[in-house]
């Protein structure tokens, strides 16, 4: 997709020019990629023939329909996020938290997702990353699957782009009405008091995550929780002072051993950070499993999930 020169100087302004510019040639390496890239985007994301292969070795194990219908039971889960520095007034402050939705998966897969997030009472929702099943080609499909989910979601709703979204994605969103931050924070106020949401930009293929630009944002003892597709950069998330961190990415595995041990997580993070509740110094992590599903719509011993987060102080 191109671009109109006033959403480059806007885009340029909010996450950096420098940034920017890397994420517009990487998109286009995305797009021109061959089947098996080599190197740092040698990940199962970009393994096209490895759907097939596994979609075959499921078929002719009679797996193919459980893996499926594991994938549409998306469960809800309950997280208190003990946040150091949380303000009174956000004591009990809920976030639905959904990640990696590949929302334009397939129609009995959207279905499920809308059916398990309606009526889920909460005060704002967090999006953290990849809404295409694909890496490249057209966002339009994904888009036209978001509009028809976020009737079921709160009206404040933030977001940062995963691995698999271009800028076009992203925009589609803003059109939306979600508040997609790259690089960048919003404050949320209550009861007379504020904390800060901040999102940078995806860690693991696109590398145009700024943490300091993201915290800039914020005051320097405010309490702050930073939104990341990956959990990749935990350190700095931590050394820049954040709260909290909330992430997806690694899908928890997807298919997995019994007990829920991964094969792969596809993130370079020590393995206890790959799903659900995690603390790294006094910083409080999540990391999602996620809603969806890539390469293959299955899963085994790793049910998707949506999450509530309901702050408390620390
Ligand atoms: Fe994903």
Redesign the pocket.
């Known amino acids: 997709m191109s671009f109109r020169e006033a959403e480059l100087a806007a885009l340029a302004a909010r996450m950096g020019e420098q940034l920017l510019r890397q994420r517009l040639a990487r998109e286009r390496d995305a797009h021109l990629a061959p089947a098996l890239p080599v190197g740092e985007v040698l990940a199962a ?1 970009h393994l096209r023939g490895s759907g097939r292969a596994i979609h075959l070795v499921l078929t002719l194990c009679g797996l193919r329909g459980v893996g499926r219908r594991n994938a549409h039971a998306i469960e809800l889960r309950q997280h208190a996020l003990k946040l150091p520095r949380l303000p009174a007034a956000f004591e009990g402050f809920t976030l639905l938290h959904l ?2 939705l ?1 929302i334009d998966a397939g129609e009995r897969y959207l279905q499920a997702l809308v059916e398990r997030v309606q009526g889920v009472s909460c005060d704002a929702c967090v999006l953290t ?2 809404f295409r099943f694909g890496t490249r080609g057209s966002s339009a499909p994904a888009i036209a699957a978001l509009a028809r989910l976020l009737p079921a979601l709160p009206a404040t709703t933030f977001a940062v782009l ?3 979204d271009d800028l076009a994605l992203g925009l589609g969103l803003e059109a939306l009405g979600v508040r997609v931050l790259m690089n960048e924070a919003e404050a949320l106020q209550r009861g007379g008091e504020s904390m800060h949401i901040a999102g940078i930009d995806d860690a693991h293929y696109f590398r145009t995550h700024d943490l300091a630009r993201a915290r800039a944002g914020v005051p320097p003892d405010g309490c702050a929780l930073l939104l990341s597709h990956t959990p990749q950069p935990y350190r700095e998330a931590a050394a820049h002072g954040f709260a909290g961190m909330l992430c ?2 690694t ?1 928890g595995g997807q298919i997995c051993l019994p007990g829920g041990i991964p094969l792969l997580t596809e993130a370079r993070a020590p393995r206890r950070l790959a799903r659900g509740s995690w603390r790294f110094g006094t910083m409080a992590g999540y990391t999602s499993v ?1 809603c ?1 599903c ?1 390469i293959v719509d299955a899963r085994f011993f790793c049910p998707p999930e949506v999450t509530v987060h309901t702050l408390q102080r620390a």
Do not use: F
Request: net charge negative; aromatic share 0%.
């Open positions: 994301h990640s990696d590949h990353g990849d995963g691995n698999h997806g990415h899908h996620g969806g890539s």
